[in-house]
């Protein structure tokens, strides 16, 4: 499958930072679409989200300049597109 899966919603319990559970989903997730025939995925995040850019950049994700406005849990929000190879 040569097109892109997108990545939705992984958040982890603050309590739990810092213990390798926010690593541990993200790589299950990798895992299951490459074993679903992707090559590449997507996700978003939200803009200022400094902690969540670095963990994904150094998942290998990078961000690339796609924008967007949306509503999470009735709050519209800004977003930046991340994609990372399988």
């Known amino acids: 499958m040569a097109g892109y899966a997108e990545l939705y919603a992984l958040y ?7 213990h390798g ?3 541990a989903l ?8 490459v074993a679903l025939g992707f ?3 997507l996700l978003w ?3 200022g ?10 998942d290998q994700w990078t961000p ?8 999470v849990w009735g709050v519209t929000v800004n977003e930046i597109r991340y994609r990372r190879k399988l």
Do not use: H
Request: aromatic share 10%; proline share 2%; glycine share 4%.
């Open 45 to 47: 995040v939200l803009m």
């Open 21 to 23: 559970v926010g690593k």
């Open 26 to 33: 993200i790589s299950a997730a990798r895992e299951r679409l």
């Open 39 to 41: 090559e590449n995925a």
């Open 49 to 58: 989200n400094v902690r969540a850019d670095r963990f994904y950049r150094k």
């Open 64 to 71: 690339d300049g796609l924008q967007r406005k949306d509503t």
């Open 12 to 18: 982890v319990d603050p309590d739990y930072w810092d």
